[in-house]
């Protein structure tokens, strides 16, 4: 499957954004969706994932301001991110693994990576 990320911006501290994932190649509904980020000199983070039984999961520090969602008709995930904080700032990638029911907040279990796309908060 091929990922494409997009949906970044530039938005002030308290804005929202959404992310979309938007795959090729194979269809999600069997398929999980985890999306990552990477501030600048931090390593790679798992933001959430979605599975393709519905299960969602989050990082402690986006709970209640995040929500991770599918079309199955536009096969894209999306990652609706809302009181954005300077902190959020990092370049956001989605992955997929295959016929998966799970989801993995490791990126070792993932098998395709879109491009990422920068999310820039300010204060």
């Known amino acids: 499957v091929q990922l494409q990320a997009s949906g970044g911006g530039s938005v002030q501290s308290g804005d929202s954004l959404r992310l979309s994932c938007a795959a090729s190649g194979s269809t999600l509904d069997s398929t999980t969706i985890g999306w990552f980020r990477q501030a600048p000199g931090k390593e790679r983070e798992w933001v959430s994932c979605l599975s393709s039984d519905g299960s969602t999961a989050y990082r402690e520090s986006v709970k209640g301001r995040f929500t991770i969602s599918r079309d199955n008709v536009m096969n894209t995930v999306y990652l609706q991110m809302d009181s954005l904080k300077v902190e959020d700032t990092a370049v956001y990638y989605c992955?997929?693994?295959?016929?998966?029911?799970?989801?993995?907040?490791?990126?070792?279990?993932?098998?395709?990576w879109g491009r990422g796309t920068q999310v820039t908060v300010s204060s």
């Open positions: 992955a997929a693994r295959g016929k998966s029911r799970l989801c993995y907040t490791s990126g070792d279990y993932y098998d395709s």
